[in-house]
């Protein structure tokens, strides 16, 4: 509820607020979205005992941004409460930047308490109408895949809100500081340096204050506007050139795989030929060997004698044999050939496939 406090800061402390940045957060009121379940189911879920992953992260405990969530709980725990875990240092920040232990640990009262705020705010008029009314810049920013805050709140807000900014993340949950650290702090960053206002000289009077206040509010939109554009220029020419990679990519792989596909098919059908070549030699050869020992056996034994022939003397030409060795041979490295194509075929493709998913996540 962090995004609900700062708007609530910006609406009732207006000269204390330079800009908003609300990111997945809501502006409450009765017209305000809602998740399927209702606000106050999903805030029981909050609350109790075992929060599920999923209501904060789109992949759930398999969501690698958790590691980012545990490690700065961690430390805060480590900062603040003295003897934590037995390791060595822990508490170094109790009494100092963080008050108190109990500071660190979100207690039921505690998440009792922000619930009862969070509904309070829903019930009641909410903040949007009264921000929409102060010169704040305001930056509205949320996942599209947020389960707590629907992503049509951001897209209200901007709409309720002359010259607000509207970013969306398309990939990211409630916790989008955590899915997109980097690319979250730069656009915060660039929001914050195009709403800074230009301070009026010492000692201008209260017109000038006021002449001072008005170039503010209507100067801001342009300045963030211009790093807006050109950030997002220089988002588009990296997105285009990723594109132009990916794309050549795919080609070469694409071509790889034809060529795979041309050779296993070559192969594949020079196999059946070698193969039947092979059965033909084998079976000429046979009905070789079993006419010549016909031959033999059934000539009288004193022929046999007097040309000295006999079983053992009935030996087939060696150039057959050799011929029938030689198409072994070919059939074995055919067949070995097509079980590697196939393999590499198969590689190629996973790749090319891979690389098209990519070439899709790049096209707008």
């Known amino acids: 509820m962090g995004g609900m406090i700062a708007q609530t800061i910006a609406v009732n402390h207006p000269s204390a607020v330079r800009a908003v940045a609300s990111v997945a957060s809501s502006f409450g009121g009765q017209s305000a979205p809602q998740p399927p379940s209702g606000i106050d189911a999903i805030l029981k879920l909050l609350t109790g005992d075992a929060v599920d992953p999923s209501l904060m992260f789109p992949l759930g405990g398999a969501d690698p941004a958790i590691c980012s969530f545990l490690h700065d709980a961690f430390s805060l725990y480590y900062a603040g409460i003295p ?14 930047i963080i008050p108190s232990p109990l500071a660190a640990v979100v207690t039921a009262e505690a998440k009792a308490k922000q619930a009862a705020a969070v509904i309070q705010l829903f019930k009641g008029q909410g903040t949007l109408a009264r921000l929409a009314k102060t010169p704040h810049p305001l930056l509205c920013m949320g ?6 805050i629907p992503d049509a709140t951001q897209a209200q807000g901007h709409a309720a809100t002359p010259g607000s900014w509207l970013l969306p993340v398309p990939d990211a949950g409630h916790a989008v500081p955590y899915q997109h650290p980097k690319q979250w702090a730069n656009q915060v960053i660039m929001f914050l340096n195009g ?13 000038a204050a006021a002449a001072a206040q008005t170039s503010e509010s209507s100067s801001w939109r342009e300045r963030f506007k211009t790093r807006y ?8 020419l990296k997105r285009q050139a990723r594109r132009l990679k990916a794309e050549s990519t795919l080609q070469v792989l694409r071509l790889d795989v034809h060529r795979l596909e041309q050779a296993l098919v070559q192969e594949q059908r020079q196999l059946p030929q070698l193969q039947a070549q092979l059965a033909a030699l084998q079976k000429a050869r046979q009905q070789a060997s079993a006419a010549a020992l016909a031959q033999v056996y059934w000539q009288p034994v004193a022929v046999q004698q007097a ?6 003397a009935v030996q087939q030409p060696l150039d057959a044999e050799g011929a029938e060795q030689d ?3 070919r059939v074995a490295v055919s067949q070995l050939e097509v079980r590697k194509l196939t393999a590499a075929l198969q590689a190629a493709r996973r790749r ?4 098209q998913r990519k070439l899709q996540a790049l096209l707008p």
């Open 327 to 329: 198409l072994q041979q």
């Open 352 to 355: 090319a496939g891979e690389a």
């Open 307 to 312: 040309h000295g022939q006999g079983v053992a």
């Open 143 to 148: 996942g599209r895949k947020d389960r707590l």
């Open 229 to 236: 554009v050109e950030e997002a220029r220089k988002q588009r």
């Open 195 to 207: 709403a800074q206002p230009v301070r009026a000289a010492a000692g201008a009077g209260a017109a």
């Open 83 to 96: 003897g934590y875990m037995n390791a060595p240092g822990s508490g170094y920040g109790a009494g100092t």
